[in-house]
């Protein structure tokens, strides 16, 4: 049996400017006919946008109507950053089947949420689906408030001046309520780990009671690299990752294909 994460292709059929540094893509198409939510709130895909064989992570803010959205960060330079800052309505994109996380134990009394931009989607979307509990939540926003985007109860913070992301700090003054609960919280992965020792020594939460995942990384330049359209990626990337290559290999055989063409 094929242990090979399914693919889809979908088309970009909408593009919303959502604020100044954060943008909505609506994808839609017969491409995404088999596409099954997991219904976990949390759950992502992995995305390759034109041109490009390596993948980034994107929450599904909502599936519906056979439309998946994805809601993108748009920062100083990345490779689904530039994509996304352009006009990429019609574009032809594949998205993985999604995978998710959030876990809340049956005994939890409430339920506390924190991320940067990137866990925007993610918080928006765990606070619409978790009614029956006290949900509190803390965005961490460098250009403010996104009117709207979410609901209940929600605290945006901006980073100190001079600083990324410092969404450590937000969660070392959090007052914790009493009893059984659910911790989840996503952003950049030094504050992640920072947070995990915080947990697990400062407030002793049992593992089973908090998730928290590093969703980018501070400071490591990632080129985007375009590839040749004339040759079509897409086998090259599919044969490297099912032979278990690195990113690394693959673009060597990528550049072999294209010396031996010329
Ligand atoms: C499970 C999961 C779900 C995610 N969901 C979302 C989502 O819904 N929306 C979303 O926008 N992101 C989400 N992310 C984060 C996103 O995948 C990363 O931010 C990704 O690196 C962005 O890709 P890029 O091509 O724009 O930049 P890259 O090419 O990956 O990176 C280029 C440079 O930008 C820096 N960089 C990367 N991300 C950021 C950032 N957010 N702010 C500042 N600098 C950055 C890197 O350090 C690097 O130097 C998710 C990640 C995971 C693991």
């Given at each position: ?24 893509i ?26 490009q ?6 929450t ?6 056979g ?16 994509w ?15 995978k ?5 134990p049956?005994?939890a ?5 924190v ?25 961490e ?10 609901v ?6 901006e980073?100190?001046p ?23 919280m ?18 002793k ?25 004339a040759i ?18 693959i ?12």
């Open positions: 049996m094929s242990t090979r994460a399914q693919q889809f292709q979908a088309e970009v059929v909408r593009r919303e400017q959502l604020s100044s540094h954060f943008v909505r609506v994808l839609g198409g017969d491409g995404l006919v088999g596409f099954a939510s997991t219904g976990v709130p949390d759950e992502w895909v992995a995305l390759t946008v034109p041109g064989f390596q993948t980034r992570y994107y599904v803010r909502s599936w519906r109507d439309q998946l959205t994805l809601d993108v960060v748009v920062h100083e330079h990345g490779l689904v950053t530039e996304a800052s352009t006009d990429c309505v019609g574009d032809t994109v594949t998205i993985s089947e999604p998710a996380s959030f876990k809340m049956d005994t009394g409430w339920l506390l949420l991320g940067d931009l990137t866990a925007l989607p993610a918080i928006a979307r765990i606070t619409e689906t978790v009614t029956d509990l006290p949900v509190t939540a803390w965005v926003a460098p250009h403010g408030e996104i009117d709207g985007y979410v209940g109860d929600v605290t945006w913070v980073p100190p001079g600083a990324e992301t410092a969404t450590a700090s937000v969660v070392e003054a959090i007052e914790w309520p009493d009893g059984e609960g659910y911790f989840w996503a952003g950049e992965s030094a504050q992640m780990r920072a947070i995990r020792k915080h947990l697990m020594r400062e407030v939460l049992p593992s089973t009671a908090y998730d928290v995942m590093g969703y980018w990384r501070s400071g490591q330049p990632r080129q985007p690299r375009a590839v040749d359209r079509d990626p897409g086998p090259i990337w599919r044969a490297g990752k099912a032979a278990g290559k690195s990113d690394d290999q673009w060597a055989d990528y550049d072999a294909a294209r010396e031996a063409q010329q």
